[in-house]
C-alpha cells in the first residue's frame, strides 16, 4: 500500500486544517489508519485511528475535542479534520496503516507496515 498525506499548512491558532491520508495499490480494507505527528525535537506521537472496515475510531487526549478521524470510502482515503488548533499542534504529521490494532494502539512506529511521507503543519499564535 502506497500512502499519500496532504492538506498540511500553516494556519493561525483557533484556525482549522483538514488532512487526508489517501492508500493506492489497494484499498485500506482489513486495515487500521492512524495519524502520528513529531513536533520539533519530540519523538513521533499518536494523534488519532480508525477501523477501516469497523469504522472505529481512537483520539489522543492531547486533541480529543479538537481533532476527529473519518474514512472517505469514495476515495479510499482517510480524513484527519483538526480544529481549535493551537501552537502545541505544530509537527510534521504522519499517516499509517498496519492490519494489527495492537501495533497502532502501542504507538510501535517501528512496527507499522505502511507509512506515508509528513505533511507540515505551522500553527502561530
Known amino acids: 500500500v502506497q500512502l499519500q498525506a496532504s492538506g498540511g499548512g500553516s494556519v493561525q491558532a483557533g484556525g482549522s486544517l483538514t488532512l487526508s491520508c489517501a492508500a493506492s495499490?489497494?484499498?485500506?480494507?482489513?486495515?487500521?489508519v492512524a495519524w502520528f505527528r513529531r513536533a520539533p525535537g519530540k519523538e513521533r506521537e499518536f494523534v488519532a485511528r480508525?477501523?477501516?472496515?469497523?469504522?472505529?475510531?481512537g483520539i489522543s487526549d492531547a486533541v480529543k475535542g479538537r481533532f476527529t478521524i473519518s474514512r472517505d470510502r469514495a476515495k479510499n482515503a482517510v480524513v484527519l479534520q483538526m480544529n481549535s488548533l493551537k501552537s502545541d499542534d505544530t509537527a510534521v504529521y504522519y499517516c499509517?496503516?498496519?492490519?494489527?490494532?495492537?501495533?497502532?494502539?502501542?504507538?510501535?512506529?517501528?512496527?507499522?507496515?505502511?507509512w506515508g511521507k509528513g505533511t507540515h503543519v505551522t500553527v502561530s499564535s
Open positions: 495499490g489497494q484499498t485500506f480494507s482489513n486495515y487500521v
Open positions: 480508525i477501523g477501516w472496515n469497523s469504522g472505529r475510531t
Open positions: 499509517g496503516a498496519d492490519p494489527s490494532l495492537s501495533t497502532i494502539v502501542r504507538s510501535d512506529v517501528n512496527g507499522v507496515n505502511y
